[in-house]
């Protein structure tokens, strides 16, 4: 797949520019030089070279310096995946792979949470829950490794979970996305260059069965930064691709425009409210989907209560001081969290 996308690109001479910098946004998104070291090229997408480009696929400095994981604490944490070049450029809708790693209830064991990262839910349901949690999980499953130092689902207990939610838009698309991210079918490893892991493993050819080998890799992030930076992406109504994987990195961080515009006592007073608008927000359309589906004329009345009871509850929320104050901070600073996208 990265083979065919970066030869594509070079078919494309000068179909997407900006006036961004190639460095402000490996800066923005912690995406490291190539090995060549020559990154810039003004004409080129994203102001990048193509070895530059290649970056925003796969790290490929990370892929060839990686070792083994000697400890299986070492990839415990929360990892945000480094494929992020498609959606730059507009060539698909927005969305990112997140990776939770905890330790298994056995020794030994590792447990795997895959989501998908989609600020805006599908018609056929949604991505948030009315607690302003994100929803959006494409997979679970309990690992070990075998004799070969491969990672494979464990034999005793829980196997692979997959989400039933409709993670896309388009039913054709979401498809392609869950094949993409079936990296627990087979075996895999896993390698770390912090604070980088690499993924390597097979998929399935959909039509033949075969297994094609692949790459990916993932940047640490501290917990609940993901969750938080796509949350205000929703509430603040922002472009995801322009601004989830930069406001992740700097919720992570602690540090960067949006910290500078929330102050950094400001993080928890932001990550309350948007849970909270979020959860409301939630709670209305339930509500709104509900009234439309019955003829029930007391139900109905009993909808319109609770509709209008959940609409009062987010004005007093919104209109708080502190939520007014917070929300002027971002709404007057949202254009400079992160670079501008063609």
């Known amino acids: 797949m990265k083979r065919l996308f970066l030869a594509g690109l070079l078919l494309w001479p000068g179909g997407v520019r900006a006036d961004v910098t190639c460095a402000e946004m490996q800066t923005a998104l912690r995406v490291p030089p190539p090995s ?7 004409g080129g997408p994203l102001g990048c070279s193509r070895d530059a480009l290649k970056m925003f696929v796969l790290n490929e400095t990370a892929l060839a310096e990686a070792g083994p994981v000697t400890d299986l604490s070492e990839l415990h944490g929360v990892w945000l995946g480094d494929l992020v070049l498609p959606y730059l450029l507009g060539v698909t809708v927005p969305g990112q792979e997140v990776l939770e790693i905890a330790p ?68 054709s698309y979401d498809l392609v996305v869950k094949m993409q991210l079936n990296h627990f079918e087979l075996p895999f490893t896993l390698r770390l260059a912090e604070p980088v892991l690499v993924l390597e493993g097979a998929l399935r050819d959909p039509v033949t069965r075969d297994p094609q080998n692949y790459a990916r890799t993932y940047t640490r992030i501290a917990p609940g930064a993901a969750d938080l930076a796509l949350g205000t992406i929703l509430a603040f109504s922002l472009s995801q691709s322009r601004n989830f994987d930069c406001l992740s990195h700097q919720i992570s961080d602690g540090a960067g425009p949006l910290i500078d515009a929330v102050g950094a006592d400001g993080i928890e007073g932001l990550r309350d409210l948007v849970r909270r608008m979020i959860a409301n927000g939630m709670r209305r359309e339930r509500l709104a989907e509900a009234l439309g589906d019955t003829d029930d004329d007391a139900e109905r009345d009993r909808l319109r209560q609770e509709l209008r009871d959940a609409m009062e509850s987010y004005l007093a929320i919104s209109s708080a001081p502190e939520a007014r104050a917070l929300t002027t901070r971002v709404a007057d600073n949202a254009n400079l969290f992160c670079p501008e996208l063609p």
């Open 104 to 171: 298994g209830r056995e020794a030994g064991t590792l447990t795997v949470t895959q989501y998908w990262m989609k600020a805006v839910s599908p018609p056929s349901g949604p991505l948030w829950s009315e607690e302003g949690d994100y929803l959006g999980v494409a997979a679970r499953a309990v690992l070990e490794q075998d004799s070969d130092g491969a990672f494979v689902v464990a034999r005793q207990g829980e196997k692979i979970r997959y989400g039933s939610v409709q993670l896309e838009f388009e039913r």
């Open 36 to 42: 060549s070291g020559v990154s810039e090229e003004p």
